[in-house]
């Protein structure tokens, strides 16, 4: 079983900077990609970013692309999410996720295990 938490989220002004954590427990996450999602009220979960299990690689959305960076560190069996640049349509809660494959996925059905969310809202 693995438990995964989010934290570092807030209120920001629209130019400004975030970084999301998150952190694993359990079993260790050193061998699941992560990916991390965002939920805007009344829409859909949507994909944001992933890395996978090594941090050699990783993936983005387009509408975040140049603007948030994933990153790992197994040893602290963190994920990091910063973004900058951030506009008023990145609010939403951001939900971290681990997918127990070798491969880097976009798809939210194919994770197994999810955090509880946190809020990032950018005000204009």
């Known amino acids: 079983q693995v438990q995964l938490a989010e934290s570092g989220g807030g209120l920001v002004q629209a130019g400004g900077s975030l970084r999301l954590s998150c952190a694993g427990s359990?079993?260790?996450?050193?061998?699941?990609?992560i990916g991390w999602f965002r939920q805007a009220p009344g829409k859909e979960r949507e994909f944001v970013a992933a890395?996978?299990?090594?941090?050699?690689?990783?993936t983005y959305a387009d509408s975040v692309k140049g603007r948030f960076t994933i990153s790992r560190d197994n040893a602290k069996k963190t994920v990091y999410l910063e973004m900058s640049s951030l506009k008023p349509e990145d609010t939403a809660v951001y939900y971290c996720?681990?997918?127990?494959?070798?491969?880097?996925?976009?798809?939210?059905?194919?994770?197994?295990?999810w955090g509880q969310g946190t809020q990032v809202t950018v005000s204009s």
């Open positions: 996720a681990a997918d127990n494959s070798q491969g880097l996925t976009t798809t939210p059905a194919r994770y197994d295990y």
């Open positions: 359990g079993r260790t996450i050193s061998s699941y990609c």
């Open positions: 890395v996978d299990w090594s941090g050699g690689r990783r």
